[in-house]
């Protein structure tokens, strides 16, 4: 069956395994993902070893269409993140899934 | 900022944490995440993103070197979508 990891389990793995208290727990996750959000929002890229790296891309304005009126607009420039998955994730994640049958969606 | 960065930031942020539990909690976060996807579990973060495999479907390539055709197998592959406010924020302020 599959289950879905949030910031609740992930405060009470490190109330479990790390000692810290309930709000401590969930203080360490909230700063853990604010600091990357943080980092990218300064614009730096963030390498975290044998998980991924998140990286910045600016994209030129483009040409573009309401999908409901039809009409051209242009699609302003943005800076986006891209998640590149480390060779040893990927590598896990093959092996464990192999075919189609499982994880589809 | 690589993954010891953010441990110095997260120790500095928590004075209060001997600096071992702020390495202790990032090697615990990540080993989560990857245990999780590995797993075939989604991770769903409010305010950062998700994250979740991807299938990509079975084709035939061919080997660059030899022009040879080749079957490449099915296989997932990990897909990080960012949320509301990550996009928010990364993106150019105007």
Known sequence: ?105 | MTKSELINRLAERNPHLVAADAELAVKTILDAMVQNLVGGNRIEIRGFGSFSLNFRPPRVGRNPKTGEQVTVEGKHVPHFKAGKELRDRVDFKD
């Open chain 1, 1 to 105: 069956m599959t289950m879905t990891l949030t910031k609740a389990e992930l405060a009470s793995l490190l109330f479990d395994n790390v000692g810290l208290n309930k709000r401590e727990a969930k203080e360490m996750v909230e700063s853990f993902f604010e600091e990357i959000r943080d980092a990218l929002e300064k614009g730096d890229s963030v390498k975290l070893s044998g998980f991924g790296n998140f990286q910045l891309r600016e994209k030129p304005q483009r040409p573009g269409r309401n999908p409901k009126t039809g009409e051209e607009m242009p699609i302003s420039a943005r800076r986006v993140v891209t998640f590149h998955a480390s060779q040893k994730l990927k590598a896990m994640v093959e092996m464990v899934h192999a075919g189609p049958t499982d994880q589809q969606q």
